[in-house]
């Protein structure tokens, strides 16, 4: 199964079912505060992470919240 990650394209197993969180565990390892994630221009909403899967060529983006001024 091939994704498109923040612009890149990355292979995932496809006998495997990977769910949002898997997916931030496997690219962000430890803590996922501050972390939006879409799917298709779609946000899904971190109540739905465990529950909503990655489908072959669906494009995710990640947003990591930073500080600053």
């Known amino acids: 199964m091939e994704i498109i990650i923040n612009s ?8 495997e079912h990977i769910t949002v969180q898997h997916l931030l565990q496997l690219e962000i390892p430890g803590r ?3 972390i939006a994630v879409a799917i298709n221009n779609q946000v899904v909403a971190k109540a739905s992470w465990e529950q909503t899967y990655i489908h072959d060529k669906d494009n995710v983006v990640i947003i990591r919240a930073t500080q600053g001024g």
């Open 32 to 34: 996922q505060q501050g």
């Open 8 to 15: 890149k394209s990355k292979e995932l197993p496809e006998q």
